[in-house]
């Protein structure tokens, strides 16, 4: 049974910083395209950012870029999103996804091109 599993939410000043985790298992996902997207009360869900299998390449929305990170570990099936310089606008559900066909990027942000996500962690950030 393939699963993804976000930790790290919590609640944070604006400002500040927060490190999510996503532990995948069932299969490994070190072929596959990674991404991070986030859905904010009364909003759909939008790309955050993702991250090619061997982690040299990524890709980031317009409003996170240069205050989010995304890394990955293969060894340990897990991928991470740093945030930083948190804003109340950052305020959301985030959600881990795997790609599920190795070695593409193409379209990489858009959610209906991943097949696997996991249940999400709420980030609150507070002004």
Partial sequence: QVQLVESGGGLVQAGGSLKLSCAASGRSFSNDVMGWFRRAPGKEREFVAAIAWLGRTAFYADSVKGRFTISRDNARNT?????DSLKPEDTAVY?????????????????????????????????
């Fill in 79 to 83: 991928v991470y999103l740093q945030m």
């Fill in 95 to 127: 959600y881990c996804a795997g790609r599920g066909r190795q070695h593409d990027t193409t379209y990489y942000e858009r959610a209906d091109m991943y097949s696997d996500w996991g249940q999400g962690t709420q980030v609150f950030v507070s002004s």
